[in-house]
Structures are given as C-alpha cells and as structure tokens.
C-alpha cells in the first residue's frame, strides 16, 4: 500500500526565515507527487511533480522530487505570516486517481 | 472559473441516521473524488468517480456509498451514521482520471454525529 510520511509535524518560524517541508514515499507504481496548503478550509494546490517535471517553482516557493531516493522537498523563503498553514504531501499511483496523503507540517510565522 | 462546491457546508446528525453530501465540480472537471479528513487520520481517500462510474474505492465500510451524475455532479451518502463518522468530508475534481492532473478541492462539509 501506498505510504507517505512527512517531516517536521511543525515548524515555528519567524517572518523572514527559509523553511524547507520534507516529503519522504512508498509507491507501487509512481505516477506523481502534489504539494497542497491547507488554512482553515479547502487545501489548494501547490504544485504538482511527474517524471517529466521534477522541479517547480512559484514566487517564493519551491519544490524538488527524488525519484531515486524516493523523497520531495518543499522550499518557502521570505516566509510571511500568510504561509502558515499545514502543508500536505500526496502521491498517486499509475492508473489512479486516488491522492494518498501525508499527515503534514503545520507551518507557523510569527511576525 | 468557480471552484469546487459543496453543500451543506455544515451538518449535524444523531447515530443510525443518514446523510447525503452533495458536490458540484469545476467546470469541465469530469473527475470527482471523495476524501475524508480527521485528526487522527488525516486525509484518507473514499472513492473517485469518471463518467458516472465509479473508478476506485478506498478501505471504507459500505455505509458510505456514493454516485455521479452526468453533468459531473456528484452525491455521497452515508447510512447508519456512527459517531466515529464525524469528520470534514471533502470533495476533489480534476479534468480527467489515472492522475494525470491535479485535484482541486472544495471547501467541505463538516458532519458532526450526536
């Protein structure tokens, strides 16, 4: 069975720092990771990473996939009191629709 | 382009009743799945629908049923409700299916069972 494990739970940070969200996986059959970021409702996507897309990048976030090593990383830098919120890491398998998900990183900024 | 949507955004049931989620996806999205979110299991798929068949199931009882219509709208139901169904239900779509793209989630329903 699919598995995904994340690391830090959570992260205190202050307004300005580098944080970077750790995403670590077990797929029978890799098809692709998602990053989300979840506040109070809904959790919207952040980026999605393939075999053919290992690297993505959105202002101030980032994001790398591993697929030898079987991990991602999220990158958030100048972080403001906005990012915080908990971040999910997901996988989906070959022929699937079915997000598997971590428990996340709660994230806070503090001004 | 609006989002995902959910109704009710908010329920509230006693144990052994039922109760009918419902989700209308993004324009376009043909795609809709299911996920129910605790804090002790997080997010844990339900089931996913394409075309107004149901494509894939996770490990849930079979109290929770679900079905797509077709115009992409989708209904989610659950019998004989138990306390341990209390949870924030969401509901994804996406424009196709097998993952190619990526979900976009509504903002849920939050069922508490009393």
């Known amino acids: 069975e699919d598995k995904v494990v994340q690391s830090p739970l959570s992260l205190v940070v202050h307004e300005g720092d580098t944080v970077t969200l750790n995403c670590s996986y077990e797929v029978t059959n890799f098809r692709s990771l998602l990053w989300y970021k979840q506040e109070k409702k809904a959790p919207t996507f952040l980026f999605m990473l393939?075999?053919?897309?290992i690297e993505k990048k959105s202002g101030r976030l980032s994001s790398i996939l591993d697929k030898k090593e079987l991990f991602s990383i999220l990158n958030i830098t100048a972080t403001q009191t906005g990012d915080s919120a908990i971040y999910l890491c997901?996988?989906?398998?070959?022929?699937?629709?079915?997000?598997?998900f971590g428990t996340g990183t709660r994230l806070t900024i503090i001004p | 382009k609006a989002g995902v949507t959910q109704t009710p955004r908010y329920l509230i049931k006693t144990r052994g009743q039922q109760v009918t989620l419902s989700c209308s996806p993004i324009s376009g999205h043909r795609s809709v799945s299911w996920y129910q979110q605790t804090p002790g299991q997080g997010l844990q798929f339900l089931f996913e629908y394409f075309s107004e068949t149901q494509r894939n199931k996770g490990n849930f009882p079979g109290r929770f049923s679900g079905r797509q219509f077709s115009n992409s709208r989708s209904e989610m139901n659950v019998s004989t409700l138990e306390l341990g169904d209390s949870a924030l239900y969401l509901c994804?779509?996406?424009?196709?299916?097998?993952?190619?793209?990526?979900?976009?989630f509504g903002d849920g329903t939050r069922l508490s069972i009393l």
């Open positions: 994804a779509s996406s424009l196709g299916t097998g993952g190619h793209q990526p979900q976009h």
């Open positions: 997901a996988v989906v398998s070959v022929g699937n629709e079915k997000l598997t």
């Open positions: 393939t075999s053919s897309g």
